[in-house]
């Protein structure tokens, strides 16, 4: 099993300075610890979330991690540019407009790195969104995908796609393609929802992501596409997406004690190793998904979307949402 405090040490002597990491839901969680690494190796940081109060709060921490690193490196001041999108990810319309603005920021120069780490473990529910997709797909697949294709087509990605969530997880059983978010299938009254349903959208979303990275570094093959599981850490992601207050309550008791050490912060050296450590970044492969979990091992695609014409449909499917 890797290390965090073993990756720590390999990255503490790594500058990014000049580089910029998008992180979408950078304003708290797993995305919040992974900008804050960014800043603090030096490199500007733009967060994509929706919560205004949230990420004044990042930004200041932001500001102050790079106060830090330019002390590090003996220079009078930070030259790092942070910046917040408020965004409503849960709408195409909504992931749409923020990619957009991202572009018109970038400009030629673009953005090193997209980290997504927007949605967290789904429910057994199933809640539309105004347009009329499920909530949580919306947010833990569609924003996703629709982000990263709006950005690598407008060439603003410079280096790769760093996706959180969980590779490699997915069913067996064939998908109905015309019913992702199962939508219909609660319509049909044939939805059971409780744990049967948390784990059918779970083993969806990753086949989902799976199938979306891989078209993605096929797309891009000059980038590396990612796909990683950070295992448990200890957040208040379950709370967030409405889970059982029991559950929730368990997470807080139990979380410190079973999560990952030292909370997010911890994790976000994983991929930053990756992603801003040349040691890591030969762990990568362009051409082809990086599946990979918390300890570095890389996984097999999800069973479903394992041949190449499903993994197409898959694509035309979300890609239309767009």
């Known amino acids: 099993m890797v290390s965090y405090k073993e990756l720590a040490r390999k990255n503490d002597s790594i500058d990014a300075t000049g580089q910029r990491a998008l992180v979408a839901g950078g304003t708290q969680g797993i995305g919040a610890g992974i900008a804050l690494r960014f800043a603090l190796a030096g490199a500007s940081v733009w967060l994509i979330g929706r919560n205004e109060a949230k990420a004044s709060e990042v930004l200041e921490q932001l500001r102050l991690a790079s106060a830090e690193a330019a002390r590090r490196a003996n220079t009078a001041t930070a030259h790092t540019d942070h910046h917040f999108f408020q965004a409503d990810l849960s709408s195409t319309a909504g992931v749409n407009k923020v990619a957009q603005a991202v572009t018109a920021k970038a400009g030629s120069r673009g953005i090193d790195y997209l980290i997504e780490t927007q949605g967290g473990p789904p429910h ?132 410190p004690i ?23 970044q030969r762990y990568l492969e362009t051409g082809k998904p990086n599946l990979v979990n918390d300890s570095l091992n890389k996984l097999n695609m999800s069973n479903n979307v394992a041949d190449k014409p499903t993994r197409d449909a898959v694509w035309s499917k979300l890609a239309a949402y767009f």
């Not at 999560?259 to 997010?264: E, N, Q, R, V």
């Open 124 to 255: 057994g529910g199933i809640e539309t969104t105004p347009e009329g997709v499920e909530t949580q797909f919306a947010v833990q697949v569609l924003s996703r995908v629709g982000l990263a294709k709006h950005l690598l087509e407008a060439n603003t990605i410079k280096r790769g796609v760093f996706m959180v969530a969980a590779p490699g997880q997915g069913s067996k059983s064939p998908m109905d393609l015309d019913d992702l978010d199962f939508v219909k299938a609660k319509a049909a009254g044939k939805w059971w929802g409780g744990p049967f349903g948390l784990l059918k959208k779970g083993t969806q979303a990753s086949s989902l992501l799976d199938a979306a990275c891989a078209r993605l570094a096929e797309q891009h093959p000059n980038l590396t596409i990612t796909h990683a599981f950070p295992g448990f850490v200890n957040t208040q992601a379950l709370a967030n997406q409405g889970h059982n207050s029991l559950l929730v309550l368990a997470a807080r008791v139990f979380g």
């Open 258 to 280: 079973v999560g990952a050490k030292p909370g997010p912060g911890g994790y976000a050296e994983l991929p930053f190793y990756l992603l801003a450590n040349p040691e890591g």
